[in-house]
């Protein structure tokens, strides 16, 4: 068709395959297509006025590529092998032979057959999938191959077909071995038996034919630590043995064959050691004991204990003492209970250090020792004693709690608990006015005191020991209380202060401050200078309360002095006054005209 005025082109899409004439939409191919290499194409062509490029206007073009039938079916390889065991049942999948082909669709589809001798039926090959299975008995003494052609064909037309050789090779079956023990599985030997002491013998019989397999015998790792079997099945000691650790081994030996895969027998083999005396008897360790003095004649001391990892009369054990303590004490020979001969004495002797010998009754010497200490514990028969008495103290009244006030101190002859002391006061506390350390028998103030309602106090304190039964001393402690300075200084003027030129010396006062104290000897009064600045550097007071000047004064540099004067009684009781020193100006400087 002839469209006046418009120009054709493609102007996307495979234009090595197709073309378009100018003048006529008439799209044809320029080259052979193959709907293997590219099924379908998608181009787009556009339509342009001569008059106006500028007006245009394109439509897709979508092309399918139909299939031919022009590719064979064929198979990956051209020889395929398989194996199958001799008594494989049948059905039994042997191989899946695949061959491909490139068209599509029906063009595509593949049949399968074998189209050599089918081995009287033996094998079969599914038409549809290529799946190879067994249909017959196999028998590898008959024959132990078969080599098969398999033809994978297109049933349309024209036929196309390919072949591939199959060859199936038959496995023979491998038979079980046969394992036994000549005479028994059951073996008793002596524990000390050398390494290589054969103990054992295994007979195995193979049926399969094989001039060259030699018979694998094999046990788990434990006992296969201690024992080995040779290749001709002779059972002995592979390492030294030890009954105490692993009185008896039972476990399996296992025989396997060369056969692919391998078949196994196995027999159940035990073990059992006879004991020897190779083990000494053994403690648990030294003895420690505590014993009361006061103890009976014939009161149990201790039960030692050996042990003995062997049995019998290897493992028998009887007992003695040996030493120089042992006169006090006795001890079972079959049970090792140690009791006293006589009653035990701290004072004479205060522990007991004696061998406890441990010997079994099996053949050869064989015994252990250990060391029995017996501590000898006092018996709570001797009071505390207070040292430094007699215990008097004088307190301030307005001493603050815990204040210490004295120190007790007691002793105990005893040992241990009996003479650990604990201290307490049991009378004279009024109002709780004290309170005592229980350990150390310190007394501190516990509260207010008051000198007036109770000048002093006659303190009953106990010390006890922790003894069974506990047993006590008690001591007075006289505590008397002393008056405080109730009266603070007090300064004679609210406040002082003075004026004085800028060249006043350092020997006559600038001004005299005074304070009186009515407590007797508490009312003596000491002064002194109390603040931040340099005031305490330029002015000093002396014990009469008098203020001079330390250094030269400045009207200049510094025109007013500010401080505070404090006057202390003799028990640091102290008040304060504040001081104002003016510096006046002196004409110094010569006037120039």
């Known amino acids: 068709m002839m469209t006046a005025g418009l120009e054709y082109y493609i102007s996307a899409g495979d234009k090595s395959a197709f073309s378009i004439e100018k ?45 031919q039938n022009d590719n064979f079916p064929t198979f990956p390889k051209s020889e395929y092998t398989a194996s199958i065991a001799e008594n494989a049942q049948q059905g039994t999948f042997l191989i899946k032979l695949k061959a491909t082909d490139l068209d599509s669709g029906d063009n595509g589809k593949i049949t399968y057959e074998f189209i050599s001798p089918n081995a009287s039926g033996l094998f079969k090959i599914n038409s549809s999938n290529g799946d190879v299975t067994l249909e017959g008995n196999l028998d590898f003494e008959k024959e132990s191959s078969y080599t098969l052609t398999a033809l994978a064909k297109y049933s349309g037309s024209p036929r196309l077909n390919s072949t591939a050789i199959l060859k199936i090779v038959v496995i023979d079956v491998n038979e079980q071995p046969r394992l036994e023990c000549v005479g028994s599985c059951v073996y008793t030997i002596s524990e000390d038996v ?86 000494r008897p053994l403690f648990p360790g030294p003895y420690n004991v505590d ?89 709570n028969d001797n009071a505390p004693v207070f040292t430094g008495t007699p215990y008097v103290a004088i307190i301030k009244k307005n001493a603050g709690e815990g204040t210490l006030v004295i120190n007790l101190n007691a002793t105990d002859s005893d040992s241990g608990l009996a003479g650990k002391l604990k201290y307490s006061i049991t009378s004279g506390n009024t109002e709780d006015a004290f309170a005592i350390h229980e350990d150390t028998g310190l007394i501190t103030v516990n509260s207010t005191l008051d000198q ?85 550097d330029t002015f000093s007071i002396d014990v009469q309360g008098r203020i001079r000047v330390k250094t030269s004064l400045d009207y200049e540099a510094k025109k007013k002095y500010s401080f505070k004067v404090l006057a202390k009684d003799g028990d640091n009781a102290t008040a304060e006054a504040p001081v104002i020193i003016y510096v006046t100006d002196v004409n110094e400087h010569e006037h120039i005209c």
């Open 23 to 67: 003048s006529n939409p008439k799209l044809s191919t320029k080259r052979k297509l193959d709907y293997e290499v590219t099924p379908e194409y998608n181009i787009v062509i556009v339509a342009q006025d001569l008059a106006n490029q500028c007006h245009k206007s394109q439509a897709r073009v979508h092309v399918n590529v139909i299939d």
């Open 194 to 279: 050398q390494p290589d002491t054969q103990i054992g013998d295994l007979s195995t019989v193979d049926p399969d034919t094989a001039t060259n397999c030699a018979l694998q015998y094999s046990m788990p790792k434990i006992p296969n630590e201690k024992f080995k079997v040779s290749n001709n099945g002779k059972i002995s000691t592979k390492a030294n043995l030890d009954r105490e650790r692993n009185p008896e081994y039972i476990f399996y030996i296992t025989v396997k064959d060369c056969g692919s895969p391998p078949l196994t027998d196995r027999v159940r083999i035990a073990i059992t050691l006879n004991d020897v005396n190779d083990n």
């Open 291 to 379: 014993m009361f003095e006061s103890e009976s004649s014939g009161s149990t001391v201790v039960q030692v204990k050996a042990t003995d990892a062997d049995e019998g009369r290897n493992a028998q054990i009887k007992y003695r003492l040996d030493g120089s303590d042992t006169s006090a004490f006795h001890i079972d020979e079959d049970n090792g209970t140690i009791t006293t001969v006589s009653k035990l004495d701290y004072e004479t002797k205060t522990n007991y250090s004696f061998i406890v010998i441990a010997r079994d009754q099996g053949a050869g010497d064989s015994f252990a020792n250990t060391t029995v200490t017996v501590n000898v514990i006092d018996v």
């Open 452 to 536: 007036e309602t109770t000048p002093s106090f006659t303190l009953l304190v106990q010390a006890k020991d922790s003894g069974l039964p506990p047993l006590h001393s008690q001591v007075s402690v006289i505590i008397t209380v002393k008056k405080t300075n109730d009266n603070i200084p007090i300064f004679h003027g609210l406040h002082y202060s003075a004026s004085v030129p800028e060249d006043f010396g350092t020997i006559e006062p600038v001004l005299t401050v005074f304070a009186t104290d009515n407590t007797g000897a508490q009312g003596q009064i000491t002064y002194s200078i109390d603040c931040t600045d340099d005031a305490k």
